[in-house]
């Protein structure tokens, strides 16, 4: 059984930052390509960023590039969103998801690619 547990959420002025992690409960956590989606409310779920096993590769949305950095530590079964120069518009529940298929390079962008999610922690924006 795999669990991913996020954390790191909060309420922050905008220009502000955060550091999100998903600790996940998986034996072979460096088999798994990570990923970070956000859901804002009456808005549909949206892909934030994405890292590939090694965390040789990342890959991240047009909206949160150069201001979002997603990395991971294999030996703590960890991966990280770290949050700079948020935005209202940023304001959402970030959920982390573990995806076992693709190659090595893989770092899937849509939701269908991940096998795993957690139940999410929430991000506020204040302006």
């Known amino acids: 059984q795999v669990h991913l547990v996020e954390s790191g959420g909060g309420l922050v002025q905008a220009g502000g930052s955060l550091r999100l992690s998903c600790a996940a409960s998986?034996?072979?956590?460096?088999?798994?390509?990570m990923g970070w989606f956000r859901q804002a409310p009456g808005k549909e779920r949206e892909f934030v960023a994405a890292?590939?096993?090694?965390?040789?590769?990342?890959t991240y949305a047009d909206s949160v590039k150069g201001r979002f950095t997603i990395s991971r530590d294999n030996a703590k079964n960890t991966v990280y969103l770290q949050t700079n120069s948020l935005k209202p518009e940023d304001t959402a529940v970030y959920y982390c998801?573990?995806?076992?298929?693709?190659?090595?390079?893989?770092?899937?962008?849509?939701?269908?690619?991940?096998?795993?999610w957690g139940q999410g922690t929430q991000v506020t924006v204040s302006s």
């Open positions: 998801a573990a995806s076992n298929s693709g190659g090595y390079y893989a770092a899937p962008r849509t939701g269908p690619g991940y096998d795993y």
């Open positions: 998986i034996r072979t956590f460096s088999n798994y390509a």
């Open positions: 890292i590939n096993r090694s965390g040789s590769r990342t």
